[in-house]
């Protein structure tokens, strides 16, 4: 299961961090990705890194910005999003990958304007 938090409402500029918090799976042994959809368009890989965080990607439109770090002891997956800009609004959804098993969570809102 996934479950994340830290959605919200938000100013152009500011600043949320995403929590995604896992439990029943190895957590430590899975990729953890960051997906986001905004209404009418496809879901898009937002953030992942790798099961020992030793290797992170992230989407070209969120580079500089946003920064993925994982607690593999509480079992967590964090998403910093700083310089927030109105085309972020979107729910964001957590992913755990790993082979043919491929987890979501329930997604949470993130909505910037002013």
């Known amino acids: 299961q996934l479950v994340e938090s830290g959605g919200g409402l938000v100013q152009p500029g500011g600043s949320l961090r995403l929590s995604c918090a896992a439990s029943?799976?190895?957590?430590?042994?899975?990729?953890m990705n960051w997906y986001r959809q905004a209404p009418g368009k496809e879901r898009e890989l937002v953030a992942g890194?790798?099961?020992?965080?030793?290797?992170?990607n992230y989407a070209n439109f969120v580079k500089g910005r946003f920064t993925i770090s994982r607690d593999n002891a509480k079992n967590t997956v964090y998403l910093q999003m700083n310089s927030l800009k109105p085309e972020d609004t979107a729910v964001y959804y957590c992913?755990?990958?790993?082979?043919?098993?491929?987890?979501w969570g329930q997604g949470t809102q993130v909505t910037v304007s002013s």
């Open positions: 029943g799976f190895t957590f430590s042994s899975y990729r």
């Open positions: 992913n755990a990958a790993r082979g043919v098993f491929d987890f």
């Open positions: 890194i790798s099961s020992g965080a030793g290797n992170r």
